[in-house]
């Protein structure tokens, strides 16, 4: 996901808060932004890649069909994220490991990340 849109699309087809995570990272790594010029009009001519950069990486495992099958949050591709939390979760919150946790492992391996049940999905009990 690269836009609040997608954000929210994604929210109300997986019935989940991913949008209210989205903004709130947008809006941190917004104010964290410095512009390389004084020129008004010329001061956001970087933001979009420092977005990139700085934000988390929101992501959807769909199938072939395009239905939603996991949503997760994954650390920013700078790799700058102190105590960041990643976050694995199914359609209403719920496990997404019992269904796919093969899937999970690819999306793991893809980005050199190790995706844990216990480390990834927080409302484990």
Do not use: W
Not at 7 to 21: C, G, N, P, R, T
């Amino acid at each position: 996901m690269e836009t609040v849109v997608e954000a929210e699309q994604e929210s109300d087809l997986m019935e989940h808060a991913v949008e209210k995570h989205f903004r709130r990272a947008q809006d941190a790594a917004t104010a964290n932004y410095k512009p390389t010029s004084t020129v008004f009009i010329e001061q956001n001519i970087g933001l979009a890649a420092h977005l990139r950069r700085a934000m988390p990486l929101f992501l959807t495992l769909r199938d072939n069909g395009g239905t939603g099958l996991v949503t997760a949050m994954l650390p920013p591709e700078s790799g700058e994220a102190p105590g960041f939390r990643i976050i694995i979760v199914g359609a209403k919150n719920s496990d997404p490991y019992t269904g796919h946790a093969d899937a999970i492992q690819v999306l793991g391996r893809h980005f050199s990340l190790t995706l844990d049940r216990a480390d990834c999905f927080p409302y484990a009990r």
